[in-house]
């Protein structure tokens, strides 16, 4: 019998923190050419999906040229006056190479309501969507012109998050951002997948009120302009824009059961609004932005949310998280400072290139780009000294034995890779993924194409043990219409699985003829499983030879009186039967004549002794063994 060993199967990825210098950032025009660009989003390949404002989405290809069509044309329902309204968020459905779906948020022509939308990409032409294939999801109105927030993105738990803006104005009039009743000033968060048009994530903070907006995720937003998800940790990352004096950056850890108030109208930053209405807004209950910034000159008056830098190319970049201010041009940038706070810096004073940043983009393989709303033009962020990244996203990680776990380093185009097993080079392991089945601590040896290297921090593997599974009462070979072969698990409490199979029970007229495998498994305290199959082939059994031989049953196995052995033949046949100690010694014989069709003769073993036997079938046609225990 084959053995075999089902376990947990895990991605797994560790950040490693190597970069902690601020890094030196550098900008590089990679196009140009756009009409007011506010998004840079991928589908997964190398193709990058320019958002502008009035309406439009182009197609940047990996080599800088932009295609001459569009991708999205809806300037005919986008109200795109103003600074804040237009075509303002993309995202790609999780599953848009198979179903072609893709989400805007726009502001609509008609009245400036925010609606989110799902579009088709054209089955025969995927640098074209399908103008006409618009299916609404949510309409927010919009009292004001401006804060109408704009990004959706699909997290991690694969559901749509968008971020609402308070509705505009000054000081939040209608204090949206604190009421839980409305769905401005807020993180919302849906399930495209289930409901029509949408469904509630039961794990949604107020999934079960009857007063609250079931939509709400996190509240006490301004105007959230660009969060993204930490593609290696999963955390999610929001830039607020401020009203008069501060800016922040708000986080929330992967696994946040949601519910956060960010604060304001009480809060811009963590200071109290001065010019608000704080009534009833108390001291506490609020979560700190983990950076915030003056607008005292020259920090500027705008944030532009970005994200945690996870390419596979600038070392010094990596870990970091970028924000810009639309206003000045300057870069800060945020990383962990070892003790579970947060560290920020100053990255430039200014860009030299363009102010007005409009949004962060980030292709397939996690490098950053910047859009110039006023120029035009996209950047290629990076660093100007040479530095590798070596990591791997993720934890320690628990296998079962048997299984395998990958384990991913960030690629990087023209890196070599050397995996190591407990400082040990393994042999072959030399691609940005090793699958580990062994216990220890894994590294990765990282170079890059300019020849720097790095050695990425451990991740612990650790094997914990399968049960051994084992069955029995399972024969090789069966006629069709050979009686139910009842099976034993060992540990029992098992559970069999297969054709033919009823409880522990196997039916070969069920299975019907071919051969079949035959599975039970037993699942361990630690969650671990162990496997045990078997083969058995099914045959109609139209000759004498298919009918004696491979067809032998007995049971009870172990036995202790009285052993019943089972076979079948096709037609009237002397058959002799022999049972044979463990050393061969023939210690019972007997020979009957059977009529065709299915037997089964009954033998007593009372005189034997516990031990191993086998007892022979042999007729006209051969002869089979099957071995047997004799239990006391």
Known sequence: MQKLLYAFIALVCFNNLQAQTPPSLTFTQFATGFSIPVGIEHCGDDRLFIVQQRGIIKILNANGTTNSAAFLDITSLVSSSGNERGLLGLAFHPNYTTNGYFYVNYTRLSDGATRVSRFSVNPADPNDALENSEVN????????????????????????????????????????????????????????????????????????????KKEIWAYGMRNPWRFNFDRCTNDLW????????????????????????????????????????????????????????????????????????????????????????????????????????????????????????????????????????????????????????????????????????????????????????????????????????EAGTYTVFVTNPGNCSAVSNGIEVTVLPAPVASFSGLSANYCLNYSPATLTGNPSGGTFYGPGITGNTFTPGTAGTGTHMIYYSYSGLNGCVGVDSSSTTVSTCTSIDEALLGNMNLYPNPAENLLNIEFYVSGKMDVVITIYNATGQLVKAEQKSFAGGMNKVQTDISALSSGVYVAELQGAAGKEQKRFVVRR
Not at 176 to 198: A, C, E
Not at 409 to 436: E, K, P, V
């Open 238 to 437: 929001i830039g607020d824009v401020g009203q008069d004096y501060y800016e922040e950056v708000d986080f929330e850890p992967a696994g946040d059961a949601g519910g956060r108030n960010y604060g304001w109208r009480c809060r811009e930053g963590l200071h109290a609004c001065p010019t608000c209405t704080t009534t009833g807004c108390g001291t506490t209950g609020f979560t700190d932005p983990v950076l915030e910034y003056a607008h005292s000159s020259p920090n500027g008056c705008s944030i532009t949310g970005g994200y945690v830098y996870r390419g596979g190319i600038y070392g010094g970049m990596f870990g970091w998280y970028l924000n810009t201010d639309y206003c000045s041009g300057r870069f800060w940038g945020t990383y962990p400072n070892g003790s579970g706070g947060w560290t920020s810096s100053i990255l430039t004073t200014n860009t030299t290139i363009t102010n007005n940043i409009a949004t962060f983009g980030e292709d397939y393989l996690g490098e950053l780009y910047i859009a110039g709303q006023s120029n035009g033009r996209i950047y290629k962020i990076s660093v100007s000294t040479c530095s590798a990244v070596a990591y791997i996203c993720g934890g320690d990680v628990t296998i079962c034995e048997g299984s395998e776990t990958s384990i991913k380093a960030t690629y990087g185009a023209g890196n070599t890779y050397q995996w190591r097993l407990n400082g040990n080079d393994i042999l072959n392991a030399t691609s940005d993924t090793y699958f580990a089945s």
């Open 137 to 212: 999801l949510l309409t927010i109105s919009q009292p004001y012109s401006n804060h109408n927030g704009g990004q959706i993105r699909f997290g991690p738990d694969g559901y749509l998050y968008i971020g609402m803006g308070d509705g505009g104005s000054a000081d939040d009039p209608s204090g949206n951002g604190q009421n839980t009743t409305v769905l401005l000033g807020k993180m919302l968060r849906i399930d495209v997948d289930n409901g029509s048009p949408y469904g509630i994530p039961s794990t949604n903070p107020f999934a079960t009120s009857n007063t609250n």
